[in-house]
């Protein structure tokens, strides 16, 4: 593992596992929040590395899907996770969990 590869995924690592119960966030805002904005499409290769549990199925595409194909076990799998936390879905999206609510009370990220 290469010394950038080594620092990104433990800043990916550190994002990912800091994400609340009942939360989502972006691949891209995961990689942004990382110190690493332009590389939203390695985040899910860091989680893959991981040696440890993280909750990977609180990290989903910027237009709030699935990054799975739909059907597929592993889709089903991380909708399952999403919904045992209180995340709701309306079809294919995730949606705000009370109607007064915007999406922006169950996307998260830390305060900068």
Do not use: C
């Not at 939360?23 to 893959?48: C, D, I, K």
């Not at 799998?77 to 009370?98: P, T």
């Amino acid at each position: 593992m290469s010394r950038f590869q080594n620092k990104f995924d433990h800043h990916v690592w550190r994002v990912v596992a800091s994400i609340p119960a009942g939360r989502v966030m972006g691949y891209g805002e995961v990689a942004r929040v990382a110190g690493f904005p332009r590389y939203s499409r390695m985040v899910g290769a860091a989680l893959g590395r991981s040696p440890e549990p993280l909750p990977w199925f609180r990290v989903v595409r910027s237009n709030r899907t699935l990054a799975f194909e739909v059907g597929s076990s592993a889709y089903r799998e991380q909708a399952q996770l999403l919904k045992q936390e209180g995340v709701r879905f309306d079809g294919l999206k995730i949606i705000e969990v009370e109607t007064d609510d915007s999406l922006d009370r169950i996307l998260w990220g830390p305060q900068e």
